[in-house]
Every structure is written in C-alpha cells, then in structure tokens.
C-alpha cells in the first residue's frame, strides 16, 4: 500500500481526546464513538506511513505524548518495531525505551481499546528480554503495565503469566510481590458473562468488566493457565521463604476440579505440598498424584513420625539422601533441603510444649545437625526470634558468658514474649484485615450483581418460578438487588 503523507494525518491523530480537556468530559457513548473512530483511522494507515518522517525531521514518537496520544504512539512504535527502524529491539534500544516510556504513562482508559496491539507489545519486550539473556530487564516494565491496566491485578490475564515466568528465569523473586500479593477473584469475561450495556470506558465493578473476550486485553485463559499461575506463584513463595502463602497457592492448585484424574500441575503441586492433601481434595485426584508423587510421600511420613516421637534428623537425613536422583530429576532437590531446616526449626518450637526453660547445650544435642556447636545453635535460634518464628528468648545472663551456659526460656502465653504487638502493631493489623475484609465483600457483591445479569441467572429464575407454580405454593422466585439468590441454602456448608 502506497504511503500515506503523515503531515496530512497529524490533525486526525491529535483529534482524541481533545486537549486540554472540555469543561464538561465526553459522555461514555461519545467517548467511545470518537476512539473507535481514531482506532479505524489508525487501522487504515500503512506501517510505513506511520515510521515515515514528519515536516522538520523527527518522527510521530517525538510529537505525541504516550499518556495523551495512547492509541497513535502504541501504533506508531509497533511499527517502529516490526519495521526495525529504530534497530534491533533488544534491551537498552531506542524502541525498548520508547515502549519503556509507553508503559509507564499510557491511559489505562484508552489501552482498553487496543488490547491485541496492547499484548504484542507485551510480548515484544518479552521476546527481546529473553532473546538477549535478560529477562530481568522486562521484569519492571511489564508489571507496571500489570498494575497500570489494573491495579487491583484482580483478574488474572495472560500477562499475569507471562510476569512470573520472567521472574522465574531472572530469579528476581521479591519483585514479582507487587503483583503476586494481589488476590485474584476473577477470570476475563466471556461474550456470555459480560454486560452488554457497559462501554470499554464505563466505570465497572470489577476489572473483568474491562478485560474480556472483546476488549482483548488478555489472550484466552485457560484451566491449566490458572493452575500454571498458582504454580508458579506457589515457587516464588518458597524461593522467599514465605510458606502461609505458598501452602495457600498450592492448596488451591490441588483442590481445583479436574476432569480426569488429575492435570500435571496438580501432580507437580503435590510434589512441593507438606504433609496431608487438603480434606476438599477429590478422591480421584487424591488417588492419582500420590502415586506419582510415592517417594514425596515417603519423605512426608518421615518427617511427620521424626516430630512426634521426638526423633534425631538421622532417619530423615538418609532418606532425603536416598532420594536425591528423583529430587534432581524433578528440579525440586533445593525444596527438599529445606525440609532439613524446617524440621530443626519445628523440633526448637515443639520444645516449648515441653519445657518452659532449656539450657543451650540440650537444645543443641536435640536439635542440631552439629550438637557440638553451641554458638551456631545461638545464631540459629536468635534468627528464628527475630524472625517471629520463636516465641522465646536466649538469656546469656552476661555479655562475657560462655554459650554452654546460657538459657532458652520459652514464653508462656502469645500474649507474653517477643513476639507480642505492640498497640500500634495491633492497630496496624486490625486495619490491614478490615480492608481485606473489606476488598473481599465487595468482589462479592460484583459478583452478585454480575450473576444476577447473567444468562444462567435469567434461567434459574425462570426454572424457580415453574417449581413455585407446579408446588401450588405460589410466589414469584425474584430475587432483587441486594438478596442473595441462595439465601435458604447454604451453598459452602459442608453438608
């Protein structure tokens, strides 16, 4: 297609939105006509036209503004990229720091609009992270544009997935928290779920409003992409030792229905899973990973029988060695390891069942891999204070003691002990679990008004409504705004 002349297209580039902005902002409809408008405009414009230069020298990139001109500069540089005039896209390059500044200030509102060129863009900086080594350098950009998108990073996209996979391979565990410690509620919505009322541009209740088989913001999720996310969520949780989460993950991976017998991220789960499967976990899956994960098993049972018949870390310290091949094979010997450490840390803790008090040297000789070593045991069990693990203190009795003669003293009571809260502390969580709380209750209540738009709610209704007329024992069977529509059954009892 011949090029068009970019001078002559400036005006219809630089139309939406209308800067500075009206006293009175556009109507949803009006907004959404004009963009959808520029878009097909935009559509319509050949690549080379977009990379041609304007009047004075220069290109588009240095005339639009990527948090003004969302939709043109996004255009602009994928073609930049696809035609390679600004050189190899690789980190640290002309067009990586243009899609850099993109990310970092496109309009959340407009980006909704352009969601397949919003995803190759995404995935451009993936390709080229990756092809040059570095995954580390997508790392940051990628989760701004997560969290720009979205900042709930409620609903879980095909980007949530391509994040932690770069966190994986660059080992950069604790950047992937800002996304990670987000809670997902929701899917992409389908043609059959969404709203059809409610504009790309409209106020929505959730992210999912937004984000959806239409807007292409995300590529297809599928089942195993799900499992695929708590996976890889559930490794960079144990790579930062914080286990309450990683259990959490995995439970989730292991307790998801499965067709068939059980999908592989089950099984990997399971391999990585402490002691019991969850109660929820079905039989068939149950059946299934346990005789795939047998030898994990194993290490299970021996880790379980060592803490309650307080024995030495010698039996289990053979069989995880006798295990090493199959560790290795399955990329999970530096989990396995761990096991070591945790068990010594469970048997300190146990002592305070016990004992209200224990000199260093006992707790050394029962709990040590090196009994001998007294000071190391120190060290250890400091670590594990002031990490909270310990509710405990190590009295020295005086700077010049030696550690043969010091004390692990055991709080009596939660209430008593470092690990107390201070009132401001117990300020701060109260605060932190009524907003979680409070996060919570109203992704119910989307959630409510989004069935309640349904097709399968339209359904029940109906199906209720017949029951009511065939029973004689009358009634409409509406349920309006604000009841439940199973309020005389409770749907998460065990029963």
Same mark, same amino acid.
């Given at each position: 297609?011949?090029?068009?002349?970019?001078?002559? *297209?400036?005006?219809? *580039?630089?139309?939406?939105?209308?800067?500075?902005?009206?006293?009175?902002?556009?109507?949803?409809?009006?907004?959404?006509?004009?963009?959808?408008?520029?878009?097909?405009?935009?559509?319509?414009?050949?690549?080379?036209?977009?990379?041609?230069?304007?009047?004075? #020298? #220069?290109?588009?990139?240095?005339?639009?503004?990527?948090?003004?001109?969302?939709?043109?500069?996004?255009?602009?540089?994928?073609?930049?990229?696809?035609?390679?005039?600004?050189?190899?896209?690789?980190?640290?390059?002309?067009?990586?720091?243009?899609?850099?500044?993109?990310?970092?200030?496109?309009?959340?509102?407009?980006?909704? =609009?352009?969601?397949?060129?919003?995803?190759?863009?995404? !995935? !451009?900086?993936?390709?080229?992270?990756?092809?040059?080594?570095?995954?580390?350098?997508?790392?940051?950009?990628?989760?701004?544009?997560?969290?720009?998108?979205?900042?709930?990073?409620?609903?879980?996209?095909?980007?949530?997935?391509?994040?932690?996979?770069?966190?994986?391979?660059?080992?950069?565990?604790?950047?992937?928290?800002?996304?990670?410690?987000?809670?997902?509620?929701?899917?992409?919505?389908?043609?059959?779920?969404?709203?059809?009322?409610?504009?790309? !541009?409209?106020?929505?209740?959730?992210?999912?409003?937004?984000?959806? /088989?239409?807007?292409?913001?995300?590529?297809?999720?599928?089942?195993?992409?799900?499992?695929?996310?708590?996976?890889?969520?559930?490794?960079?949780?144990?790579? $930062?030792?914080?286990?309450?989460?990683?259990?959490?993950? $995995?439970?989730?991976?292991?307790?998801?229905?499965?067709?068939?017998?059980?999908?592989?991220?089950?099984?990997?789960?399971?391999?990585?899973?402490?002691?019991?499967?969850?109660?929820?976990?079905?039989?068939?899956?149950?059946? =299934?990973?346990?005789?795939?994960?047998?030898? =994990?098993?194993?290490?299970?049972?021996?880790?379980? /029988?060592?803490?309650?018949?307080?024995?030495?870390?010698?039996?289990?310290?053979?069989?995880?060695?006798?295990?090493?091949?199959?560790?290795?094979?399955? !990329?999970?010997?530096?989990?396995?390891?761990?096991? $070591?450490?945790?068990?010594?840390? @469970?048997?300190?803790?146990?002592?305070?069942?016990?004992?209200?008090?224990?000199?260093?040297?006992?707790?050394?000789?029962?709990?040590?891999?090196?009994?001998?070593?007294?000071?190391?045991?120190?060290?250890?069990?400091? $670590?594990?204070?002031?990490?909270?693990?310990?509710?405990?203190?190590?009295?020295?009795?005086?700077?010049?003691?030696?550690?043969?003669?010091?004390?692990?003293? @055991?709080?009596?009571?939660?209430?008593?002990?470092?690990?107390?809260?201070?009132?401001?502390?117990?300020?701060?969580?109260?605060?932190?679990?009524?907003?979680?709380?409070?996060?919570?209750?109203?992704?119910?209540?989307?959630?409510?008004?989004?069935?309640? *738009?349904?097709?399968? =709610?339209?359904?029940?209704?109906?199906?209720?409504?017949?029951?009511?007329?065939?029973?004689?024992?009358?009634?409409?069977?509406?349920? @309006?705004?604000?009841?439940?529509?199973?309020?005389?059954?409770?749907?998460?009892?065990?029963?």
């Amino acid at each position: 297609m011949a090029p068009k002349d970019i001078s002559s *297209l400036l005006p219809q *580039l630089l139309s939406f939105p209308p800067h500075p902005p009206p006293p009175i902002p556009p109507s949803d409809t009006a907004y959404d006509r004009d963009i959808r408008t520029l878009r097909k405009v935009l559509n319509e414009i050949p690549t080379n036209s977009l990379t041609s230069s304007v009047p004075n #020298g #220069g290109d588009l990139l240095e005339i639009l503004d990527p948090s003004i001109n969302t939709l043109p500069y996004l255009y602009t540089l994928l073609a930049h990229i696809h035609a390679g005039k600004q050189k190899a896209m690789v980190p640290g390059s002309p067009s990586w720091i243009k899609a850099l500044e993109f990310l970092d200030h496109f309009d959340s509102v407009q980006v909704r =609009y352009v969601g397949t060129e919003f995803r190759r863009l995404v !995935c !451009c900086l993936r390709d080229a992270a990756l092809a040059s080594k570095m995954p580390i350098a997508a790392v940051r950009p990628i989760r701004t544009a997560i969290l720009r998108l979205d900042p709930s990073a409620s609903c879980l996209t095909s980007t949530h997935l391509i994040f932690l996979r770069l966190c994986l391979e660059a080992r950069t565990f604790r950047a992937a928290k800002a996304v990670l410690d987000k809670d997902i509620y929701e899917f992409p919505s389908s043609a059959n779920t969404q709203s059809g009322d409610q504009l790309p !541009c409209s106020s929505h209740d959730a992210s999912s409003g937004f984000i959806s /088989d239409k807007t292409e913001l995300s590529d297809k999720v599928t089942y195993r992409d799900a499992l695929k996310y708590f996976l890889y969520g559930a490794m960079i949780y144990m790579a $930062l030792h914080e286990w309450d989460r990683a259990i959490h993950f $995995l439970e989730i991976i292991l307790t998801a229905p499965s067709r068939n017998n059980s999908s592989q991220m089950q099984i990997e789960a399971y391999k990585k899973w402490p002691g019991s499967l969850p109660k929820t976990t079905s039989p068939q899956v149950a059946k =299934y990973v346990r005789i795939l994960g047998k030898p =994990y098993e194993a290490l299970g049972i021996v880790f379980k /029988d060592g803490l309650d018949k307080d024995l030495d870390v010698r039996r289990l310290n053979a069989e995880l060695h006798a295990g090493n091949q199959k560790w290795s094979a399955d !990329c999970n010997l530096g989990l396995v390891l761990q096991v $070591l450490d945790a068990y010594r840390r @469970f048997s300190i803790v146990k002592l305070g069942s016990t004992y209200a008090a224990l000199p260093l040297p006992q707790v050394s000789q029962r709990t040590s891999p090196t009994p001998d070593d007294y000071m190391e045991t120190a060290e250890y069990i400091t $670590l594990m204070i002031n990490k909270g693990q310990l509710n405990a203190t190590l009295d020295n009795r005086s700077r010049d003691s030696e550690p043969q003669s010091w004390v692990l003293r @055991f709080a009596t009571s939660s209430s008593t002990g470092p690990r107390i809260l201070s009132e401001q502390q117990q300020y701060e969580e109260m605060v932190r679990q009524a907003a979680t709380s409070s996060a919570l209750a109203e992704h119910i209540r989307a959630t409510d008004r989004k069935f309640m *738009l349904s097709k399968e =709610y339209a359904e029940w209704i109906k199906r209720s409504k017949n029951d009511a007329d065939n029973s004689g024992n009358g009634g409409d069977g509406i349920t @309006f705004p604000g009841q439940h529509p199973f309020d005389d059954e409770d749907i998460m009892g065990d029963g």
